[in-house]
């Protein structure tokens, strides 16, 4: 497991952030941003996008690509983790990034440091980084071009996972404490547990298995399936507590296919006791006899910035997601799929001027500019 290498990021320059900034925007509308319009929304004082531009693929935040049609750069995956890691920064978030502690298929989860020294995990959404390919040789409709929506589907899924980590933490379930969010970039608490899959012993495992069997049934009854319950993702401490974790896939009761997903939460718990403690019992949760939806989190989970429509949009590409999972369920890969035009990225709020995305309000000065960035990038 590697480190992500942040070193570069002290030295980087109010006008690099800029110009970074602008190519994020320019990626909505554009899988290759022409450095015109990269120079005319970031808007430089003085010029001289060029050489910045220059200077940043250099470094790897930007990539230079050419097609028939045009030649620009793209973002690279570092270039995004710059973005986020900057205002996590400038927000007294995450000062200093340690050890990769888990490795997902679609995740990266890193320890990071914050003000006060304290630990924290901070995962960091890849989606669209294996298995988009693929699937892109087997399904038609990725013929279109889409090479743009990795950007996109990474902070959906990191809005909705914050989104629903916050919400769960309210209601008092077992979740880690939510902390901040940026772009592709949950930061949470640091667990001090290990995924179940590591346990080989427990002293009570009918008591785990019950805190689980409760805990899949408590979720039902506020309308929630977890949908990837299974012995990655369930953390479990000293005293043999588990805490739940990964929700990007979580998915409400009214779903269509509700009971098939909650069965399999169940049938995952009932498999791994059976296999690891040899512990099996009659007693199971069953969707239609034992699930009295109480209470709704809809309002909790759209209050905490995952509205309905961003709901939407990540259903057009969940299913696909949630049947990957099946398929490789015992190795815990997750699997994304990827979903409409590039013109529907706007959906999830991103911002829409230069300033709200570098968060630079101080400098009212500049103000001025960000309408007329707004504007360029509409031409
Ligand atoms: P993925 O979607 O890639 O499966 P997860 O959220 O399941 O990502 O995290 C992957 C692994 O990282 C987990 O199995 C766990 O070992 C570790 N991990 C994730 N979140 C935390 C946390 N808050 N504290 C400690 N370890 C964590
Ligand atoms: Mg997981």
Known sequence: MGKLDVSLLRYLSQEDFRVLTAVEMGMKNHEIVPVSLIASIANLKHGGT???????????????????????????????????????????????????????????????????????????????????????????????????????????????????????????????????????????????????????????????????MNLILKLANHGLIHGDFNEFNLMVDGNDHVTMIDFPQMMSTSHKNARHYFDRDVKCVRDFFLRRFEYETDEYPQ????????????KEIAASGFSREDNVEMEKFSDEFRHQIESDSTENQNSGDESGDSEENNANSSPTNLEDALEVHEESAESEEAQNVQDKDQQ
């Open 287 to 298: 969707f239609d006899v034992h699930v009295q939806k109480e209470c709704s989190m809809d």
């Open 50 to 212: 060029h050489k910045v531009v220059r200077e940043l693929s250099k470094h790897r935040l930007l990539a230079f690509e050419r097609s028939k049609m045009n030649q620009g750069y793209r973002l690279t995956n570092r270039g995004y983790d710059y973005l986020a890691l900057k205002v996590l920064a400038q927000r007294d978030i995450v000062l200093s990034v340690g050890n990769q502690i888990g490795v997902g298929k679609e995740s990266d989860i890193y320890i990071v440091g914050d003000t006060e020294g304290e630990q924290l995990a901070m995962k960091i959404h890849r989606l669209g980084r294996t298995s988009f390919r693929q699937l892109k040789n087997k399904r038609d409709y990725h013929a279109k071009r889409n090479t743009v929506s990795w950007i996109y589907l990474s902070r959906l899924a990191a809005t909705k996972e914050f989104a629903y980590m916050k919400a769960l933490y309210a209601r008092g379930f077992p979740v880690p404490k939510p902390v901040e969010c940026n772009r592709h970039c949950v930061v949470m608490e640091l667990l001090q547990a290990y995924p179940l899959q590591q346990i080989h012993e427990l002293e009570n495992p009918g008591a785990v298995y019950d805190e689980l």
